[in-house]
DNA sequence: TCACAGAGTCTCGATATCAAGAATCTCGCC
DNA sequence: GGCGAGATTCTTGATATCGAGACTCTGTGA
């Protein structure tokens, strides 16, 4: 079967037959796997009233385990979004009553951003929907085919970073 | 070698030992790839005073091959963007001078978008150097792997559009 | 103890996107 | 020959992001 991506190459192809267009064949669908999953996500967390960055926000509180507290700047390199961002995120969150805002006692320079009861609800809900979601559209894949697919993509944003640095 | 989604689907293992993560291991690296990838883009690009939304546009119109003309209709097709988007988008490339705009002579609700000389130069320059960015991405993994790896990531993109039809 | 470099957070302005609806035009059908 | 559903593009208003700079506080070194 062709997809998207084998169309893309193509035209190039014919534009631009002196190029080496291997790297597009790996690295376009990635992008355009990524595009796909959000629409994914989107739609599972539609049911549980939250959108993607609200969910990125909620559910790394969730994983720093009990008591569900992190700093901005914690958060800031959780989700990897900017300062200004994540200020203007947490507002709303607090607005929505899914998190609280509170001084830090030990650094008066800082803010300690705190999960409610119902925002631990709230991420809980949007986590299993988000899984389900994932799981079906991986059901395309074997067993097998998963495990070797999350291999390589390990390996290869390993190196991605290794560059960067 | 760990990375940062097996740290990740550790932590959620700690606080949910109840749910099966596996789907994780697949789909938040394609997402946190993408996230790299577009920090990537936008690095290459930047020596041709190229954003990447510019590029997107400019390489569909030269991907359809001379006279490089496509309907706007058919860039938002390609692009996967809103039609207010790529009114937004055309006008600026025609301010830049990339692209030229002009009535449809057969359907006088149409218009035209036409890739200038200089646009052509600019898009054709941009792709040599992503090009080039990308292959660097690659280079920690051997030819075949890069082949399995494209392979599974088209089945898994098959399998997303067959699911969303 | 007191500057000061740096950490942590917030403010502000510029930018880009989407969704929904308006305006214009085409074309099949009666 | 003109009605109306649908195609095509543009407009508008709401939303979210980034980047740069402002502000406050910490902790080290003279």
Redesign the pocket.
């Known amino acids: 079967m062709r997809d998207e991506v084998d169309a893309l190459v193509a035209s190039w192809a014919r534009e631009r037959p002196d190029l080496d267009l291997s790297a597009m064949q790996v690295l376009s669908r990635v992008s355009r796997l990524a595009l796909h999953l959000d629409r994914a996500r989107k739609e599972a967390f539609s049911a549980h009233r939250v ?1 993607a ?1 609200e969910f990125d926000v909620l559910a790394a509180l969730r994983r720093a385990g009990a008591p569900y507290t992190l ?4 958060l ?1 390199r959780e989700t ?13 969150l607090v607005h929505r009553g899914l998190v609280t ?1 509170s001084a ?1 006692p ?7 951003v705190t999960l409610t009861p119902e925002g631990r609800d709230t991420v809980d809900g949007a986590l299993g929907s988000l899984l389900d979601a994932e799981r079906r559209l991986l059901s395309g894949l074997s067993e097998d085919e998963q495990t070797q697919l999350a291999g390589l993509l390990r390996s290869l944003g390993l190196s991605f970073t290794d560059l960067a640095a």
Chains 1, 2 share one sequence.
């Open positions: 959108v960055w700093s901005p700047g914690a800031i990897m979004v900017t300062s200004g961002t994540m200020t203007n995120r947490v507002d709303r805002r830090d030990s650094d008066r320079r800082g803010v300690l």
